[in-house]
């Protein structure tokens, strides 16, 4: 996702699990009993964590009621989900759609719509709501269940506060947000919910967003406790005594202090969520093996932006331990999240508040003696309503990436600034530019590669990517590593930077270290189709199909090559193939479209590129290709419409804008085409067609000087173009300049167009 809504990570500290109640002997388990000293030397496995609440009930069913026991759901019919009856419709100015929220037969759904042609309702589409992401504390955000077993986040979230509304969730204000086509990766899951059944799969992309039908339903105990079986086995076991049962689970209460605050910090530590990176998981880590008690830079390293670029104070979802660990009360005392959350229940309102006043007042008794306001034992009555030690060093704060959430600052301040914490903010998100530095800087002394690592940070997401390249380069170079990540990663930066021709090779030499690694396969395919090596390109996607069949950006990707290789039928194949797997895919539909325009099946055509527009509104290459279409069919009104969506959904596209201008001259609205084809010149001024379309534009406009400019800038691009030449010749003879028209006319008939050379002998010869 960029991700699911964050405010719905659970809440507070993680989950210390008192043990003093345990059973001795659970007979019902029917494990077979083994000496303990074999049981410790078994490696504990994740279980059904029903079965811990045959010993711990009590704790089990207040544990479900907090945020974190309700964080992920499968939505069932009593659900308090939000309003999907009165007011259940939203209009997303940023993107122009619609959105309706509706219940049905039990069963609930999210709406899109927009308003097309002639006033008309256009791309209807709606999903089912499968899950539940978020207890509803701050939010809640909704999911639906592919026929593929993969999760994708619908855009419209629910949204607590001021009783409650319909809001769009996070990241989707905004004009190319991404509708119905935001997978939840596990990445995202890794926070949200218990680690699913799949969690030993190290896998590609694909696999690492499958989840199937056998997926958990919220945070359980073994987030924090660790995996379960070794406990439970023990517990079962004739004659283990109580310290031995304890000693077969993590209790978080008995870890050191780091280790106790890596507990937490697994899911509250996100230095941001948006691309820097946060942190990326070393090498051999797979997302759902990190276990309570280790220690967490062995799972994964974090990064943060370089102080002073602006970030400092930005408050996000799941910064909790990260705002903590910036405050004087941490630095400068054993604080740990669990001495003021006991994460099996939750607290609320005043209760809530005058357990934290009464925290506080342990360690600052003596706080505000010389005068007001006074901290005194009558302070514990403090209530949510009245002015207390929360109100004045960690009140409540807008939260920068989820704009619509209001969550307590965890950064405890002396003063608090003179600033307005709960006004409405807009959601903007501003790329970082700039050096990814260490969120510990120490850190990456202490590892192999740590060299390494760091360069890779830097390029990760783009945000330091020219400096970023030549550091990960020579830290290749110096270290010379085995694993095919570090290669694999300088070819992906040469690619964000445009250079294909550096990034194959270091795909290439990713591969020589594993031949069937998933991300190096499909890049290496998707590069050289972008470098225009179709043959090449061809080559590596057949071999990347091999090892992904049902990979659908390796399929689509494919596809794409086979259509510019002029093999249709190839095309067809293997641009079905992705569709059977996943026909929500805008790019293989245009791609089919396409095939179908090459077989002259305007019909089938189409109806691809309404159906690709469906799936993403703002695609603008499926809107001018549709303009094409009903262009040809001579519905004029219709294709000017789906050009100005293409327009508007890419101003950038330089083809699209040239397609819209030569669109308007066969319409007789030249001033209009002129704005059109300038506009393609300047995005891109090295294609001699655009300057010779402008040209001959101004020509018939009466403006000869400026067709003249055009017409040189196009020689001066392609010396041996003979139109241009041509096109030059007739200008200046036209001006009365005989002798510079001759000589271009001359230069023309040597053209390889038999047309070209045959109209400036013919000039020659007037």
């Keep these: 996702m960029k991700r699911a809504l964050h405010s719905q990570r659970c809440k507070g500290a993680l989950v210390l699990l008192g043990l003093s109640g345990v059973c001795v002997a659970i007979v019902c388990f029917r494990y077979e009993p083994l000496p303990v000293s074999v049981l410790a030397q078994s490696r504990p496995e994740y279980v059904d964590s029903s079965l811990c609440t045959r010993c711990h009930a009590d704790i089990a069913a207040s544990y479900q009621q907090t945020g974190m026991g309700r964080s992920f759901h499968r939505v069932s019919g009593g659900d308090q989900m939000g309003d999907f009856t009165a007011h259940n419709a939203l209009y997303n100015k940023a993107s122009d759609r619609y959105y309706s929220m509706l219940e049905r037969d039990g069963k609930f759904f999210e709406q899109r719509s927009q308003v097309g042609f002639e006033g008309q309702q256009s791309n209807r589409m709606e999903k089912r709501i499968d899950y539940v992401v978020g207890s509803g504390n701050h939010a809640r955000t909704y999911l639906h269940l592919t026929d593929e077993g993969k999760l994708i986040e619908l855009p419209v979230s629910w949204y607590g506060e001021l009783g409650g509304s319909w809001r769009m969730s996070p990241g989707y204000d905004r004009s190319d947000q991404e509708d119905f086509r935001r997978p939840i990766v596990a990445e995202c899951m890794f926070c949200h919910n218990a680690y699913p059944s799949r969690s030993g799969q190290g896998g590609t992309r694909e696999d690492a967003e499958i989840f199937g039908d056998r997926i958990p339903e919220g945070i359980d105990c073994q987030r924090c406790h660790g995996p379960g079986s070794l406990h439970i086995k023990v517990a079962a076991t004739q004659g283990a005594n109580l310290e ?155 939260t920068d990436d989820a704009v619509h959430v209001v969550m307590t600052d965890h950064y405890i301040q002396r003063y608090k600034p003179d600033r307005n914490f709960l006004a409405p903010i807009q959601e903007i998100a501003v790329p970082y530019r700039g050096e990814v530095v260490p969120y510990d800087p120490g850190s990456l002394a202490k590892i192999p590669h740590g060299d390494l690592y760091l360069a890779l940070a830097q390029v990760e997401h783009g945000s330091n990517l020219a400096a970023g390249i030549a550091q990960l380069q020579q830290s290749i170079e110096d270290d010379k590593p085995d694993d095919p990540e570090f290669y694999f990663a300088l070819g992906a930066a040469y690619s964000k930077s445009g250079q294909y021709d550096k990034a194959v090779p270091w795909y290439e030499e990713a591969l020589r270290h594993r031949a069937e690694y998933p991300q190096a396969l499909r890049a290496l395919a998707a590069t050289l189709a972008a470098q225009g090596d179709l043959p090449s390109a061809a080559a590596a996607g057949e071999r990347a199909t091999v090892v992904l069949p049902n990979d659908t950006a390796v399929l689509t990707n494919l596809g794409d090559v086979y259509l510019r290789q002029g093999n249709l039928d190839k095309a067809k194949a293997v641009l079905q193939r992705a569709l059977v797997i996943n026909p929500d895919l805008p790019d293989a539909t245009v791609y089919m479209g396409l095939a179908l325009v090459r077989e002259r099946n305007l019909v089938g055509a189409e109806a691809s590129f309404r159906s690709a527009i469906n799936l993403q509104p703002d695609f603008a290459t499926a809107h001018n290709d549709l303009a094409s279409v009903l262009a040809a069919k001579a519905h004029y009104s219709e294709a000017q419409f789906h050009l100005q969506k293409a327009v508007e959904a890419n101003p950038a596209d330089a083809g699209i804008r040239h397609n819209y201008g030569m669109f308007l001259v066969r319409l007789g609205s030249p001033d209009r085409a002129l704005v059109e084809l300038r506009e393609a010149v300047r995005l891109e001024p090295a294609n001699v067609s655009f300057h010779l379309d402008l040209g001959d534009l101004l020509v018939k406009t009466g403006m000869g000087l400026q067709a003249e400019l055009e017409f040189r800038a196009a020689i001066a691009l392609d010396d041996e173009n003979g139109a241009a030449h041509l096109k030059l010749g007739n200008l200046l003879l036209q001006d009365g300049q005989a002798a510079p028209a001759a000589k271009q006319f001359e230069l023309a008939t040597r053209s390889s167009d038999s047309g070209v050379r045959q109209a400036a002998l013919n000039a020659l010869r007037r």
């Excluded at 008995?254 to 910090?265: G, I, K």
């Design 244 to 398: 031995a049962i304890r000693n077969a689970i993590v209790n978080p209460g008995r870890l050191t202090r780091e280790r106790q605050m890596d507990v937490c910090a697994q899911c509250h530590l996100e230095t941001t969520s948006t691309p820097l990176p946060h942190s990326m998981l070393k090498i051999g880590r797979t997302p759902f093996s990190y276990r309570p008690g280790e220690p967490l830079t062995d799972y994964r390293l974090s990064f943060d932006h370089n102080a002073g670029m602006g970030y400092d104070d930005r408050m996000e979802v799941a910064q909790q331990a990260y705002r903590l660990r910036k405050s004087a009360c941490f630095l400068k005392s054993q604080l740990t999240c669990i001495a003021c959350h006991d994460p099996h229940q939750e607290l609320t309102g005043d209760d809530a508040t005058r357990h934290y006043v009464e925290v506080c007042i342990g360690c600052h008794s003596k706080a505000h003696a010389s005068g007001l306001p006074a901290v005194h034992p009558d302070a514990v009555r403090a209530t949510d309503q009245k002015p207390n030690c929360l109100t004045c060093h960690m009140w409540g704060r807008r």
